[in-house]
């Protein structure tokens, strides 16, 4: 395995066993769940959004080290954003992820996240990456629940 892979598993295996802000907020402003459609793995996403800026953010997952990973992932990101800032930073990383060449990402301000390119190798793994984005997304448009195909 080459070096870069190496390091992208160890975060992966990072976030998913040691999560970020796991669990559910109190009283959200916003929260949806998700569904991956192929394994029936779910996770939710709920928020607090004061002021047009996400306040704070959590998830639970019931699924593979790579979608929890990528959940903790994501509220490490997310906090503190604004909601279109983060609405539309979700938008382009699922797009770099399912290999749509209309967004790009720097590399060097993507943190952790940067991990996640690596599962662009496993087509059948992206669902599970991009199940935490999907779900937030909803959750921002007040779409309480979705199915990932
Ligand atoms: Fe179900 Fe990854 S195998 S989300």
Redesign the pocket.
Known sequence: MEAIQELYQEIIIDHSNCPRNEGKIENPTHIAEGY?A????ELTISLLVKNEIIEDIKFQAQ??S??RASGSMLTEKIRGMSFNGALKFSNNLRKVLSNDFSETFDENEMGDLVALLGIKQFPM?I??AT?AWHTFENALKNITKNIVN
């Open positions: 991956n192929t394994c029936g793995d699924g593979c790579i979608s793994r669902k599970c199940l």
